[in-house]
């Protein structure tokens, strides 16, 4: 069964500072990944996604990940964080056929110090 | 263009009774998702809908069930209401062809079981 594991709960880094949310996966075939941004109180916004090709995605708000197959991983990056990038993120895979859905993990929640 | 839409944004019932959520998706996406989010077990997949039929089930009790509409709008329906019930129900739609994960979400319904 495929499942998502995000190591860190919590992250705390200073305004300007680069970031890294790491994530890992597992899953039997080709995985279509997926990274969520959740601010308080609210739903799920997707901030990229990586199905195939470029193994280095950009997505919404100034955020990349970047896909590596030999250590399952898919980890968020921001060269420069805002006081407003303050929320949860969520990895997730996504499985289909009789399985249609998106997996998520427990997420990693950053906080932004001024 | 309008996004997914969920009502109630809050709700609070007692022990026992039944709730029914509502989910709108957006303007031509026929497929709809629902997720249920806890601080103890994160997002967890309730189940999935598309041209109103349930192509997926996830791991809960049958007092949760589904249905769509040919509209594709959606709905949940808790029954015997139990105070672990008490969580934000997330929608989400997708296009056809994109339902690789490429989700929409709504806010949220925020139930409370007291």
């Known amino acids: 069964a495929q499942s998502v594991t995000q190591p860190d709960i919590h992250i705390t880094v200073s305004e300007g500072a680069s970031l890294e949310l790491r994530c890992n996966y597992s899953y039997g075939a080709t995985p279509y990944l997926f990274w969520y941004v959740q601010s308080p109180g609210q739903g799920l916004q997707l901030l990229l996604k990586?199905?195939?090709?470029?193994?280095l995605v950009q997505g919404i708000k100034g955020f990349e990940a970047e896909f590596k197959r030999s250590q399952s991983s898919f980890n968020l990056r921001k060269p420069s964080v805002h006081w407003s990038d303050a929320a949860e993120y969520f990895c997730?895979?996504?499985?289909?056929?009789?399985?249609?859905?998106?997996?998520f993990g427990k997420g990693t929640l950053l906080t932004v110090n001024p | 263009k309008a996004g997914v839409t969920q009502t109630p944004r809050y709700l609070i019932k007692t022990r026992g009774q039944q709730v029914t959520l509502s989910c709108s998706p957006i303007s031509g996406h026929r497929s709809v998702s629902w997720y249920q989010q806890t601080p103890g077990q994160g997002l967890q997949f309730l189940f999935e809908?598309?041209?109103?039929?349930?192509?997926n089930k996830g791991n809960f009790p049958g007092r949760f069930s589904g249905r769509q509409f040919s509209n594709s709008r959606s709905e949940m329906n808790v029954s015997t209401l139990e105070l672990g019930d008490s969580a934000l129900y997330l929608c989400a739609s997708s296009r056809p062809g994109q339902g690789k994960g490429g989700y929409t979400f709504g806010s949220g319904t925020r139930l409370t079981v007291v």
């Open positions: 997730a895979v996504f499985s289909g056929g009789s399985n249609y859905k998106l997996t």
């Open positions: 809908y598309f041209s109103e039929t349930q192509r």
């Open positions: 990586y199905f195939s090709g470029d193994t």
